[in-house]
């Protein structure tokens, strides 16, 4: 049986398991009692080596809890907690991939509620627009470990070297290319966006506009007409000569921007990245380049636009005998000042706002990443659908954006083919 008939036929368990019966009865224990707790996670050989070391101390300070650890690599991973979880076997505490929560728990009832263990898990570490991401039907699934966003990255270097500041506002950054190109020469560029960061440009003007994500209930949040604006916004960057076309990005072949010639020496002055890569970006630039963080620009509508997404959670099998001590165990995890300085970054900047007030004590975190990350949480939009990331789904609107970039489509009908493409997938895959 291959993979994906495995996982439809996990699926399906899953749904009649949930289906039929009762979620087993929670044992009820004192502190004498003897317990052990499962804990499910992926990585490498940095994460696992932290987190049973964090876990030990979990045990130490909880004489009467063995908390037993079960990871591995990512490769099957996920396939693997499938058919755990349709044969009532997975661990009591799961990292998850936070798309997950769609896959085990389209109604809520999959997972633990943790809103009924707020007496264990501070929630209020948590801002709640993240916590938002992770609620199905009035239940929260899982807690953000951590969040990831896009951020405005922009090379103060060469900006000082056109005498300008860093700008703030769509506006400032094209009167920064007529500038540049004056004093600094034609190749020189105040922004960049390969495919990918020219559809985040558009849905970042859509959302800030229209305050509404891409998708809402299964389907595109917006018309035609405001995508063919929001197509139009990114056509008139490309023809003033505010960012390189797709054509002009590629003359240097097909190359990460950390790897583009023009992003090394200065000649691309600024882009909207993962905050997460931020000191790939940085350092990937030449002796004497000075990259910052920038301010989001707000020039396009009154709402919060930043691209965010949970990077990744942790949930509680409601199927667990033990869920308060779960619960103390995740909130152990993710607040305790000694196992937050154990497990560090491993798996990126913590979302819990006393983990990251302790790493920072500690000097454990970079601070322009943690400037970057702290832009992300501030500016965060409405989240993405559990979908948008989908393989399938990334490869037909590349193909649309190409399009658009080469133009071999009119931005009229690249907004009907947007939503076309876009409704009929989350049609075929709800």
């Not at 994460?47 to 979990?58: G, P, S």
């Not at 994500?213 to 995508?227: C, G, L």
Request: charged share 25%; aromatic share 10%; proline share 3%.
């Amino acid at each position: 049986m291959n993979l994906k008939k495995l996982f439809i036929l996990s699926l399906s368990t899953i749904a009649l398991f949930g289906a039929c019966g009762k979620t087993e009865e929670k044992a009820t224990t004192s502190s004498d009692d003897k317990i052990v707790l499962r804990v499910s996670w992926w990585g490498g050989e940095d994460r696992h080596k932290k987190t049973v070391e964090a876990l030990k101390l979990f045990e130490q300070k909880y004489p009467n809890i063995t908390v037993k650890a079960e990871y591995g690599g990512w490769q099957g991973w996920q396939e693997k907690i499938t058919t755990q979880m349709a044969g009532g076997m997975a661990a009591d505490l799961m990292q998850i991939n936070w798309n997950w929560i769609n896959i085990f728990s389209k109604d809520g009832n999959g997972l633990y509620d943790l809103n009924s263990l707020s007496s264990d898990i501070d929630l209020s570490q948590y801002e709640q627009i993240l916590l938002d991401q992770c609620i199905v039907d009035g239940k929260l699934n899982a807690i953000p470990y951590g969040v990831a966003g896009r951020v405005f990255l922009y090379n103060k270097t060469t900006y000082d070297k056109a005498g300008l500041k860093v700008p703030s506002s769509f506006e400032e950054i094209k009167e920064a290319g007529k500038v540049m190109k004056e004093k600094l020469g034609a190749d020189y560029f105040p922004f960049e966006a390969d495919y990918y960061g020219a559809l985040l440009l558009m849905l970042y003007k859509l959302e800030q506009e229209t305050g509404k994500p891409f998708i809402v209930d299964n389907k595109v949040a917006y018309t035609e007409a405001q995508i063919k604006d929001a197509a139009d916004f990114y056509l008139d960057l490309v023809n003033t000569k505010t960012i390189p076309s797709l054509a002009d990005r590629a003359a240097a072949g097909n190359v990460q921007l950390d790897q583009h010639p023009s992003w090394i020496i200065g000649k691309f002055g600024g882009t909207y990245e993962w905050d997460s890569a931020s000191l790939k970006w940085r350092d990937s630039l030449q002796d004497g380049e000075e990259l910052v963080v920038g301010d989001y620009p707000t020039d396009l509508g009154p709402y919060n636009s930043g691209f965010t997404k949970v990077s990744m959670a942790l949930a509680i099998n409601k199927n667990t005998k033990y869920p308060k001590e779960t619960a103390q165990l995740l909130n152990f995890l993710v607040s305790d000042e000694e196992a937050v300085k154990i497990l560090d970054v491993s798996r990126g900047i913590p979302a819990n706002k006393k983990a990251v007030a302790t790493l920072e004590k500690a000097n454990l975190l970079d601070p322009f990443m943690l400037e970057a990350n702290n832009k992300v949480i501030s500016f965060a939009g409405k989240g993405i659908h559990p979908l948008f990331e989908h393989k399938q789904l990334h490869t037909e609107l590349k193909d649309l954006v190409d399009n658009l970039g080469y133009n071999q489509i009119s931005s009229e009908e690249f907004a009907k083919k947007i939503i076309e493409t876009t409704n009929n997938f989350l049609e075929a895959n709800k």
